[in-house]
């Protein structure tokens, strides 16, 4: 008898904590579609937090950065949806329109910068720390390039145009645009290659969009024709990585690291790893905390420490050992004893950097005026700039010594 009352009492207790869960009805406003990387492990983050939670998703595909973005949004909330999300930062300005006409209804701008200043209660922004998993794939390039030169694959004798005149090994990126966001993760990248091998110097390609295959594919192709041999990316399609294995495989010492999502299965021997955002992480835990009633903050950053930043599968091509490092590095990271943004490890016009004002003022450059205005934040503590910490987005906008932007 005492065994059948407890276990009506549990299972009283169950219903009761179910009953106590708000009804979450999630609108979903998607850049592209399952065809673009960054998307797709957006999608796929969504919908793992969603069916573990038993949240219902609706779905808008291929949403442009304008008025279509608003228009989604209502459509959503006339759906029922009471949590939009959207997961481009030109989104943000036209979810924070809707999050004023809808105070009951929760906005979360996904790598967006101003929901903390904007005074609405209702608009969060959310982003990883991305930069933390850009540096252990740059440890991996560079387990590579030290390879590649202990064995005599790669000299100055064999590819003397893989060097520049002061011996450093040339290295590629592609990059989106020259926001802070994409300079972060560079800057990122090149301290994690460099922490293996010093020698080295990399030059960054924009090519003006998030997704161009085309253009991508361009850049890297530009990059390896000027002697690159590891090829970066923070742009979101295959185009990078699919135009390094084609060189790859006509003979030239080339490897990629992407983005976003494994590209082995485009570049199955010249893919070393991608950075990646383990997005299903901060849904979940965002999706949770509105169902049990709970704020959600309005900046949202973390990384290695709770699992929502990853190199994806190391590629058959990678080093000897890399596995091993990739592992102590990675430790480093979550216990702190590594920073990726060390002032030792870098310079700017060959000083060290001791002093970085960070100003979270909001500008709008079409009038030059204020659009939020911010607090300035000393960004250099202890020795190390402190990246996603005053807000979620990426503020680190150095331009350090070893990299250049947009040669051509």
Not at 163 to 181: H, Q, R, W
Not at 187 to 197: K, N
Not at 235 to 247: E, R, V
Not at 366 to 379: I, K, R, W
């Amino acid at each position: 008898m005492k065994k059948l009352i407890a276990l009506l009492v549990t299972a009283i207790l169950c219903l009761t904590a179910f009953a106590a869960l708000a009804e979450v009805k999630i609108g979903a406003v998607m850049l592209g579609d399952e065809t673009e990387g960054y998307t797709l492990a957006h999608i796929n983050g969504i919908k793992e937090a969603a069916e573990k939670l038993g949240i219902e998703v609706l779905w808008k595909y291929k949403v442009p950065e304008d008025q279509t973005c608003y228009d989604s949004a209502l459509d959503l909330i006339g759906q029922g949806c009471n949590l939009i999300v959207s997961n481009s930062y030109g989104h943000q300005s036209y979810m924070a329109l809707a999050a004023e006409e809808f105070p009951d209804v929760t906005f979360l701008a996904m790598t967006g910068d101003f929901a903390a200043l904007s005074g609405l209660d209702n608009l969060k922004n959310a982003f990883t720390r991305i930069y933390e998993s850009r540096y252990v794939s740059g440890v991996v390039a560079g387990m590579k390039l030290a390879e590649l030169l202990e064995t005599g694959e790669l000299s100055p004798e064999k590819q003397p145009n893989s060097f520049d005149a002061d011996g450093n090994v040339k290295i590629g990126y592609v990059g989106a645009f020259s926001y802070a966001e994409v300079v972060s993760g560079y800057t990122a990248f090149f301290l994690g290659i460099r922490s293996i091998v010093p020698n080295v110097a990399m030059e960054v390609m924009y090519t003006n969009s998030w997704c161009d295959i085309d253009k991508e594919g361009a850049a890297a192709e530009a990059l390896i024709s000027k002697g690159c041999v590891i090829i970066g990316q923070h742009a979101d399609s295959t185009g990078a990585p699919a135009a390094t294995q084609k060189l790859h495989d006509a003979g030239n010492v080339c490897y990629s690291v992407g983005y976003n999502v494994d590209m082995l299965p485009t570049a199955p021997s010249a893919a070393l790893t991608s950075a990646t955002n383990v997005w299903a992480v901060c849904y979940t835990e965002l999706f949770s905390a509105m169902q049990n009633g709970e704020a959600l903050p309005s900046d949202w950053a973390k990384g290695y420490d709770d699992g929502a930043v990853a190199i994806t599968e190391l590629g058959s091509s990678c080093a000897a050992g890399t596995a091993e490092k990739v592992a102590e590095v990675e430790a480093a990271l979550r216990d702190g004893t590594l920073n990726v943004f060390d002032t030792s490890t870098f310079t700017v016009n060959g000083e060290t950097v001791t002093s970085v004002p960070c100003d979270m003022t909001i500008m709008d450059f079409a009038t030059n005026s204020v659009l939020y205005a911010g607090e300035t934040y000393e960004g250099i503590v202890d020795g190390a700039f402190k990246e996603s910490t005053f807000r979620c987005a990426p503020y680190f906008a150095l331009r350090i010594d070893g990299i250049v932007e947009d040669v051509e």
